[in-house]
């Protein structure tokens, strides 16, 4: 059974730091790509960054979050990290944790726009001005 289980939300004042995880179980990690999304009350959900399988070499970021946003994941340890540092309030959303299979074409790009295998349950991020 596949699992991805999301933690590390929770309220800050803006320009503080968040670490969130997802662990994951129940298929091999390491040749999927993982992501992150968000979704805030009334919009669409986001792509905020997905990292490559295996190596986890190649990012990509949503331009709201590069150079604040961090993604990074440790096959070791199944699990999947996003670093949020110098939050806004405009980060504030239910964040998920999605993979989707390596191919031939690569995975990340099918990924950020939302085409998953697999969804985790969201954690909550609230950040107050």
């Known amino acids: 059974q596949v699992q991805l289980v999301p933690s590390g939300g929770g309220s800050v004042q803006a320009g503080g730091s968040l670490r969130l995880s997802c662990a994951a179980s129940?298929?091999?990690?390491?040749?999927?790509?993982m992501g992150w999304f968000r979704q805030a009350p009334g919009k669409e959900r986001e792509g905020v960054a997905v990292i490559s399988a295996t190596s986890g070499l190649v990012t990509i970021y949503a331009d709201s979050v590069k150079g604040r946003f961090t993604i990074s994941r440790d096959n070791a340890r199944n699990t999947l990290y996003l670093q949020m540092n110098n939050l806004k309030p405009e980060d504030t959303a239910m964040y998920y944790c999605a993979a989707r299979s390596d191919g031939p074409s690569g995975c990340n790009p099918y990924l950020i726009s939302g085409d998953a295998n697999y969804w985790g349950q969201g954690t909550q991020v609230t950040v107050s001005s």
């Open positions: 129940g298929y091999t990690y390491s040749r999927y790509c």
